[in-house]
């Protein structure tokens, strides 16, 4: 059975929020909602894997800078480099 991480998820919703307040059309904003998702998950179950929050990472900053969100993309960035400070000690 897995503990669902509350202090983890917590810090991951200023990320969320950064990534939900691009106001972006809906079909562009559900890539992004995947990714994230994917994120929130790995934290939930309570065993985050530190090479796969990374790659997911990676991947919602590629996705933003590909769509031209590159100011955007500095923002979620430095949500996400405070995220992975705060949650460090939980990564496996």
Known sequence: MTKYDEEAVAAFAPVSYAVESLRLPLM?????ACITNAIEIQLEDG???????????????A????????????????????????????LR
């Open 28 to 32: 562009q904003q559900r890539r992004y």
């Open 47 to 61: 065993y985050p894997r530190k090479a796969v929050i990374g790659h997911l990472a990676s991947a919602l900053v």
């Open 63 to 90: 996705l933003l800078r590909e769509d031209g969100l590159g100011q955007q993309a500095e923002t979620v960035q430095e949500a996400l480099a405070e995220f992975q400070r705060k949650i460090e000690s939980r």
